[in-house]
């Protein structure tokens, strides 16, 4: 089964602000399609069913994690230690994998570092305590496993958007 990827940018996102500029070691922010419609973008579904206030805190966090993807350089570089840390990691196929946490106000937003220059959002939620749950854990393993598989089967396709 395919596996559908777009790229989350200011146009993803709705935001004004012109694309800044990409560094020749940029990283490019994906999240996961459910069809090949640019629409059924999941973490953007999940930003849009959040209340208001929380809505736009992950945005604000989306908008400088673009910027930061952008020059290429370490996320840590731009964000303390509670705003971007590890927050879970697991063993798949004999490979440790890694979690990662950006936090705005009570907004979490995980990532995952692919092979390559790719990262790949797999959830945003609102949360009170930094701690993850069991039940988290494993979504977030699973998100990752289901990409980690599409990729190494070659099922992954990035859709473009038809501007």
Known sequence: ????????????????EREPAKSEKHKTIVARCLTENLDDCDILQQINDLELGDAKA????????I?????????????????????????????????WRLRQRDV??????????????????VKHKDKLTNKQKAMLEEQ???????????????????K
Not at 58 to 65: D, I, Q
Not at 147 to 156: E, F, P
């Open 67 to 99: 910027q930061v993807a952008a020059s290429g350089l370490p996320f840590t570089n731009f964000y303390d230690e509670k705003q971007c840390h590890e927050t879970h990691s697991f063993t798949y196929n004999h490979k440790i994998y890694k979690v």
């Open 1 to 16: 089964m395919t596996y559908y990827l777009r790229e989350i940018n200011f146009e993803a996102i709705g935001s004004p």
């Open 58 to 65: 992950a945005l604000t966090a989306l908008v400088k994690l």
């Open 144 to 162: 990752v496993k289901t990409y980690i598989d599409a990729s190494t089967q070659g099922l992954v396709q990035i859709i473009e958007s038809k």
């Open 108 to 125: 979490r937003i995980t990532f995952f570092h692919c092979e390559g220059k790719t990262v790949l959002l797999t959830h945003v939620f």
